[in-house]
C-alpha cells in the first residue's frame, strides 16, 4: 500500500484577482491622466477668455478716442469726460443738435452704457491723469481710461507682471500706472492714457481766459 511521506509539502493555491488589481491601477492613472488634460484645457479657456475681455476693453477705450475726434471742442471740454466708477450719466438725446459740452456729456453716457453692455460687469472712469492735474485746462492734452470687469476666475493669479493698471519707473520698478486711482475689488482692469486731439484754436479775445475758435462749431 502506498504511504505519502510526510515531508510533502502541499503547493500552495494559485492566487487570483491579480488583473483585476491591475485593471484598478490603471483606470486610476488614466483617470489623473485625462483629469490633468482637462485642467490644462481649462486653464487655456480661461487665458483665452481674459485675453478676449481685454481686447474688448481696448477696442471699447479707441470708441471713446474716436468719439472725441468727432466733438471739434473736446479739448476744452475734458471736464465734461471725467467720468468715476461710480458714475452711471443717463443717455440724454442729441438728435435736435448738442452744444459741445452736452456732446461730450452725451458720448460718455453712450460710450459707458456700451461698456456695461459689452463687459461683464463692466465699469470705467475717466479722469485726468495726474501728471496733468498741475496743468491748466488750456493745457491738458490727454485723459486716463480705467476700464473694469469681472472674471470667472480667482484673483490669486493675478500678478503685478501681469497687471495692466501699473507701468514701471525708471528704476524698473512697478507702480500705479493711474495714481490714487487703483482698480476694483475681486475686478479685472485695463488701464490706457488716450490723446485728445486740438482741432481748436486757441485765442484770446481781449483777456486772459483761453477760448477756441473750431471752424464750424
Known sequence: MYRMNPTYTKLPKPQHGITMIE???AIV????GILGILGVQMRNLSDTSTTVRRAQAIRLIEDLG???RINPNALANLGNYVSTFATTPSTTSCASGCDNGALAAYDVAAWKKAV???LPLGQAEVFIPPAETALGAGQRRQLGVM?????N??????TDDIDATKI???SGALTAGAGALTCP????????YIPVSARCAPYAPGGNSAAYFCPGA
Open 66 to 68: 474716436e468719439r472725441m
Open 116 to 118: 456695461r453692455d459689452t
Open 29 to 32: 492613472v488614466m483617470t489623473l
Open 185 to 192: 475689488a475681486n475686478f479685472t482692469c485695463h488701464l490706457q
Open 23 to 25: 485593471s484598478l491601477v
Open 153 to 158: 476666475e480667482g484673483q490669486g493669479r493675478k
Open 147 to 151: 476700464i473694469a470687469w469681472r472674471e
Open 168 to 170: 514701471r519707473d525708471n
